[in-house]
T-cell receptor, first 114, second 108 residues
Framework: ETGVTQTPRHLVMGMTNKKSLKCEQH?????MYWYKQSAKKPLELMFV???????ENNSVPSRFSPECPNSSHLFLHLHTLQPEDSALYLC?????????????FGQGTRLTVV | DAKTTQPNSMESNEEEPVHLPCNHS???????IHWYRQLPSQGPEYVIH???SNVNNRMASLAIAEDRKSSTLILHRATLRDAAVYYC?????????FGPGTRLSVLP
């Protein structure tokens, strides 16, 4: 148990659906991250929030829309996804973005787009 | 854009020590060396990190070369539960950027 909780653990959605992934941490961390992990590929950093402000957006398509309403919660809103978006989506948090801090990851949401 | 290189895979026998190498020849003076591992069907898990001196914790030891261009993660006694992908990471800017890592297999 890392203190970072992601829901749901598994999600199957059609290409025309709208769904949201939720991430919650009560570690008092100020930075939160979304990563995508496709089969047999390294983790890809998608978005970074620091003190509830988005500070990084790594050329992610607009069909992925993050939201950070407070320091404990992070959402990833999904709409009109493609089958190639099927992947494990991981949320992480860290005390800050200082170089000596470590990240704590959730267990991920396994997303399948049909 | 990972700044580290690791072997794709390694094997170890159970209850033997494992030394996982990592090269980071472009490391800068302020870069911390981080190690994470990812067990099957789970998110990555923090293992250890260090700057210049060797580091020990309950999970592993981190040996850092004097010139800091390489490091070694040491698992003192591998168990079957240590089978995972191990990632050596230098922060890119302020971000955790993962490479492909080393897949460690532990043989009974």
């Amino acid at each position: 148990e890392t203190g970072v909780t992601q829901t749901p653990r598994h999600l199957v959605m059609g290409m025309t659906n709208k769904k949201s992934l939720k991430c919650e941490q009560h570690l008092g961390h100020n930075a939160m991250y979304w990563y995508k992990q496709s089969a047999k590929k390294p983790l890809e950093l998608m978005f970074v929030y620091s003190l509830e402000e988005r500070v990084e957006n790594n050329s992610v398509p607009s069909r992925f829309s993050p939201e950070c309403p407070n320091s404990s919660h992070l959402f990833l809103h999904l709409h009109t996804l493609q089958p190639e978006d099927s992947a494990l989506y991981l949320c992480a948090s860290s005390q800050s973005r200082a170089l000596n801090t470590e990240a704590f990851f959730g267990q991920g949401t396994r997303l399948t787009v049909v | 854009d990972a700044k580290t290189t690791q072997p794709n895979s390694m094997e170890s026998n159970e209850e033997e020590p494992v030394h996982l190498p990592c090269n980071h020849s472009t490391i800068s003076g302020t870069d911390y060396i981080h190690w994470y591992r990812q067990l099957p069907s789970q998110g990555p898990e923090y293992v250890i990190h260090g700057l210049t001196s060797n580091v020990n914790n309950r999970m592993a030891s981190l040996a850092i070369a004097e010139d800091r261009k390489s490091s070694t993660l040491i698992l003192h006694r591998a168990t079957l539960r240590d089978a995972a992908v191990y990632y050596c990471i230098l922060r890119v800017g302020q971000n955790f950027v993962f490479g492909p890592g080393t897949r460690l297999s532990v043989l009974p």
